[in-house]
Nanobody, 124 residues
Framework: QVQLVESGGGLVQAGGSLRLSCAASGRTFSGFAMGWFRQAPGKKREFVAFISWSGGTTYYADSVKGRFTISRDNAKNTLYLQMNNLKPEDTAVYYC?????????????????WGQGTQVTVSS
């Protein structure tokens, strides 16, 4: 059973930074690509960032490109999302997810395991 646990969320002022972590357990973390998604109140869940199993390939949503960085430490079974220059529109619950089937990296149904989410609130 795969378990993903996010941490690192919180309240931050606009322009500030946060680093989210996602601890994985249950099977070989390094064998799977991972992604971050977010869901703001009243909105659909949306893609944020993707990283391949090796970390050699990354993709970002246009809204976070240049401000967010996804990374992973396979030795520690941990996924990260460094978020800089945060904006009020980044406020959302952030989820990490493990990509288990083929399909586009931004397609949430290609991800089979999800964490419980961590709240990020950016004040103006």
């Amino acid at each position: 059973q795969v378990q993903l646990v996010e941490s690192g969320g919180g309240l931050v002022q606009a322009g500030g930074s946060l680093r989210l972590s996602c601890a994985a357990s249950g099977r070989t973390f390094s064998g799977f690509a991972m992604g971050w998604f977010r869901q703001a109140p009243g909105k659909k869940r949306e893609f944020v960032a993707f990283i391949s199993w090796s970390g050699g390939t990354t993709y970002y949503a246009d809204s976070v490109k240049g401000r967010f960085t996804i990374s992973r430490d396979n030795a520690k079974n941990t996924l990260y999302l460094q978020m800089n220059n945060l904006k009020p529109e980044d406020t959302a619950v952030y989820y990490c997810a493990e990509k288990v089937v083929g399909g586009n990296y931004w397609y949430e149904h290609a991800y089979g395991y999800w964490g419980q989410g961590t709240q990020v609130t950016v004040s103006s």
